[in-house]
């Protein structure tokens, strides 16, 4: 796809200094861009770029002050890096909104529901009693299970494998592999020494605007729901466990598990690598930074690190204390020495 300068101000709010007529086909890094790409520049380290680059077109702040001439059309917007992830969205839902109809072969059971503008890409298998809402992306080798819904404009990407009875709302984007519903860990030990499996009867809800990454696994509840609430941002490589909840607009790291029935408030900020126990509550905007284990409920607000992790200044002032540590034994030798020898002389 071709754009002008004048488009893009357009779908940007920006405002053209130089050739509105300048077009680009594709993005390039400011430092890197060639002609007929297009580039921003937001960060100042980067400025001796703006003259030296064959970028076509390229986005600025407003209040970018020019040293020297430059060859590019600019499009000058409050906020440059906003607008160029703005544009970014935009490209990418243009590309997407193309694909539509059902490649073949795929299975699509005759009870199955497909709303309009749908894509189903070939090997993709839908169950009994799906519903798919309009403009749903389902890519290659997809696994939609019995009375599974998707909401309109949803992106299912390659590999995804939904169980049956699962919800899936507005606008969400499931990368490649991730997993959707396969059973909460949940075993009973028996006297002899075995365990006994517990039947996981419930599903998962994942509500609107929700991103999830490739190869994550969200678990579905014993009873009820695992609830992932809107907004939320799933890294890649997260388990969730079984009747787990996660606020609305709280974002999580890779490699990160979070333990059943555990509750995450609404806009808490979780760091790769993390451990939370079950059956606990972390409170609205808490903070927990990356490799922290978790093992009690955090109130709301509250930033905490380490394992096990605790309040976050605290943990700075141990560590900082740790580093003396070898010093302070060394003090304390000197001092041993001093009073053995005071003991001898008496």
């Known amino acids: 796809m ?10 940007i709010g920006g405002k053209v200094e130089g050739n509105g007529d300048n077009t680009v086909d594709s993005f390039g890094k400011i430092e890197e861009a ?5 580039a921003f520049l937001a960060n100042p380290k980067y400025e001796e770029h703006l003259y ?42 243009l590309k997407t909104q193309q694909l539509t109809g059902i490649q073949q072969p795929v299975y699509i059971d005759a009870t199955a529901k497909i709303g309009d503008n749908v894509f189903v890409g ?51 984007v499931i990368h490649a592999g991730t997993v959707i519903g396969g059973d909460g860990f949940g075993f009973a030990p028996m ?26 696994t969200i678990d579905r509840a014993t009873i009820g729901s695992t609830l992932i609430k809107a907004g939320a941002k799933l890294d890649n490589l997260l388990q969730i466990g079984h009747n787990a909840e996660i606020g609305n607009n709280t974002i999580i790291a890779a490699q990160s598990g979070i333990s059943g029935s555990t509750k995450v408030g609404n806009n808490v900020m979780i760091g ?7 059956h606990i509550s972390i409170g609205d905007g808490a903070k927990i930074n990356a490799q922290s284990g978790v093992s009690k ?36 030798y000197e001092l041993e020495k001093i009073i053995a020898s005071l003991t001898v002389n008496k």
Do not use: W
């Open 2 to 11: 071709q754009f002008s300068a004048t488009q893009i101000a357009l779908m």
């Open 34 to 38: 060639q002609a007929g790409q297009l």
């Open 52 to 93: 030296n680059t064959k970028a076509s077109i390229i986005i600025v702040n407003e209040t970018q002050e020019l040293k020297q001439p430059i060859a590019a059309t600019l499009v000058r917007v409050p906020d440059a890096y906003l607008a160029f992830a703005s544009l970014l969205d935009k490209y990418q839902q």
């Open 122 to 172: 070939a090997f993709a298998y839908i169950s009994e009693k799906v519903i798919v809402g309009n403009g749903v992306k389902i890519y290659p080798n997809a696994f939609l299970g019995n009375n599974v819904i998707v909401g309109e404009n949803t992106i299912i990407h390659p590999g995804v494998k939904i169980y049956h009875d699962c919800v899936i709302g507005k606008n969400v």
């Open 191 to 216: 006297a002899d020494g075995t365990f006994k499996k517990i039947p996981q009867l419930g599903n998962v809800i994942i509500e609107d605007n929700v991103e999830i990454g490739s190869n994550t």
């Open 272 to 278: 790769g690598q993390v451990g939370i126990v079950g």
């Open 297 to 332: 409920s955090l109130g709301a607000g509250k930033t905490v690190t380490g394992s096990p992790a605790y309040e976050f200044t605290a943990a700075l002032r141990s560590q900082a204390a740790s580093r003396k540590l070898p010093e302070l034994e060394k003090r304390i």
